[in-house]
């Protein structure tokens, strides 16, 4: 039973251009969950999404930043217009419930988004 | 609003060294969960304990144990006789059940170094 995976491990993009960060959740799970870990600090909340909905997004940054969850593939969070102070780790987790039923909180490995 | 504090910025011990890692955090909820993660060199997110606010009872698994106090609201770690593959930064989190599970408000981690 494959992890939370999230593809690309490392990005780079120039300024301008847009990021597309993919996170594909453990399997029968319906929920996912975006966290940003800017260099030196802990990790931050961005977006909670289920299947076509988008249930919390009270960390995402209101211009530039979007995430979608399909019904079909995996999650994908888009930054357009790329800035340097984007540059951070991107994690994603997963869940099968909105509340917790004794399941874990599992993260996949990041992607590293680097501005240039 | 919730919070988690991590003081300890960064540790560093000898080899085979007890170490406790601190943690503290405000919540208004009754009901909440709090986790520790460990995030090695490699960049990943490494679930080490979830822990329910009505179960105070202290857990250990391994080198590892954990002190939950619900009167001080605090949520220690301790790794006993340290080792260089200890080396790593470790997130206290806090989340609340009506935020959903796993929304989670991390402490900005402590980088604890092993030294042989």
């Known amino acids: 039973n494959a992890g939370v995976m999230q593809n690309p491990r490392h990005l780079v993009r120039r300024r301008g251009q847009e990021a597309r960060l993919r996170c594909s959740p453990m399997k029968g799970h319906s929920h996912v969950y975006w966290y940003r870990q800017l260099p030196e600090e802990g990790l931050k909340f961005m977006v909670y999404?289920?299947?076509?909905?988008?249930?919390?997004e009270s960390g995402m940054p209101k211009e530039r930043f979007s995430a979608e969850f399909p019904k079909e593939g995996p999650s994908i969070l888009r930054i357009q217009q790329v800035v340097r102070g984007d540059s951070a780790a991107y994690f994603c987790?997963?869940?099968?419930?909105?509340?917790?039923?004794?399941?874990?909180?599992?993260f996949g490995q990041g992607t590293r988004l680097t501005v240039v | 609003a919730q919070k988690v504090t991590q003081a300890q910025t960064e540790i560093s011990v000898v080899e085979k060294e007890d170490v406790t890692l601190d943690c503290v955090y405000e919540t208004r909820d009754t009901t909440y969960y709090l986790f520790w993660y460990k995030q090695p060199p490699s960049g990943e997110l490494v679930f080490l304990i979830r822990r329910n606010s009505f179960d105070e009872q202290n857990e250990i698994s391994g080198r590892y144990s954990w002190n939950f106090q619900k009167s001080t609201s605090s949520f220690n770690f301790t790794i006993t006789a340290s080792q260089v593959v200890d080396s790593a930064v470790y997130f206290c989190?806090?989340?609340?059940?009506?935020?959903?599970?796993?929304?989670?408000?991390f402490g900005t981690g402590t980088r604890l170094l092993v030294s042989p």
């Open positions: 999404l289920q299947k076509e909905n988008i249930i919390d």
């Open positions: 987790a997963s869940s099968p419930y909105r509340q917790g039923k004794g399941t874990e909180a599992f």
């Open positions: 989190a806090l989340s609340e059940t009506n935020t959903g599970f796993q929304k989670l408000v």
